[in-house]
C-alpha cells in the first residue's frame, strides 16, 4: 500500500502570495537598497520557495512499513510501524499519538483525516 495524502493549501498559498506582494513592491519602487531591499527580497524567495513546496509535497507518505511525514522543508519523521508499540487518538484535540511522536492532524486536508486514520489501522492489523 503506498498512499500519500496532501496538506491544506491556505497556509501554502498564503506564503506564496505574501512572497509575490513583497516580490512586486521592491521592484515597483525606483530605488533599490542592497541592505533594505536585498533582505526583503530574500524573505520573499524564501517564502515562495516554501508555499510551492507545501503546494506539491505531500504532508503524509505511507508505505507498507513506514510512515513519512513531511513536516517542513527541512524536517522529515519517518515511524517504521514494526517497532511502534501504540498509537492513540485524541478526537477532542485532532492529534496523532505514537510512541515517541504527536502528529496534528490540523495541518493534513479534512477529506483524508479518516481515510489516513482506517489506513493506519488496517497496516497495524496486516503486520
Not at 530574500?42 to 513536516?71: S, Y
Request: proline fraction near 1%; glycine fraction near 6%; aromatic fraction near 14%.
Amino acid at each position: 500500500m503506498n498512499k500519500t495524502y496532501s496538506r491544506k493549501k491556505t497556509g501554502s498559498i498564503a506564503l506564496i502570495f505574501l512572497g509575490l506582494l513583497i516580490s512586486v513592491s521592491i521592484f515597483w519602487e525606483k530605488t533599490f537598497i542592497l541592505i533594505y531591499d536585498g533582505f526583503f527580497l530574500i524573505c520573499a524567495i524564501i517564502m515562495l520557495i516554501m508555499g510551492f513546496w507545501g503546494l506539491m509535497t505531500p504532508l503524509v507518505r505511507i508505505n507498507r512499513t513506514t510512515v513519512e511525514f513531511k513536516l517542513s522543508l527541512f524536517t522529515t519523521k519517518t515511524l517504521d510501524l514494526k517497532r511502534i508499540h501504540e498509537i492513540g487518538y485524541d478526537k477532542n484535540k485532532q492529534i496523532l499519538k505514537f510512541d515517541s511522536f504527536e502528529f496534528k492532524l490540523k495541518y493534513m486536508n479534512g477529506d483524508c483525516h479518516k481515510g489516513f486514520i482506517n489506513d493506519l489501522k488496517v497496516l497495524r492489523e496486516q503486520m
